[in-house]
């Protein structure tokens, strides 16, 4: 561990050599709100654990691509210098619809993207959520 945090840090031409990437090691999606039906909320995906930032994030309804309402924060260091970044998707929940937020790490530390789906098991009646 001391050999990556200097690797990270030395002001020096070597850094090149340093070939360090972490894949992210936390995917969570979350709502920012208490769901209820056809009630505006925004889904959260919060990556944790990554080296070198940026990833890349991007969201699926029903297994379409969506992009409208979508954002992402600047990447922030965490104190082991691994990254975190948080990425948010406006959507109004309907019942049945299934929401998967995809990271792909762009220094090629994983072999495919994480997938991590929001929806799959909820059972919403008019504004009670079942799990």
Known sequence: MKDFLLCRFLDHPLTELCLYTDAPSGVMIYTRNEVELRVKNTLICHVTGFYPAPVKV????????????????????NKDGTFTQ???????????????????????????????????????????LMT
């Open 58 to 77: 991007s969201w699926t309804k029903n297994g379409q691509i969506t992009t409208g309402g979508s954002s992402i924060n600047t990447p922030y260091p």
């Open 86 to 128: 948080i990425a948010r998707l406006q959507f109004i929940p309907q019942q049945g619809d299934v929401y998967s937020c995809t990271v792909e790490h762009l220094h090629a530390s994983l072999s495919e993207p994480l997938i991590t789906d929001w929806g799959k098991y909820l059972i919403l009646h008019d504004d009670l």
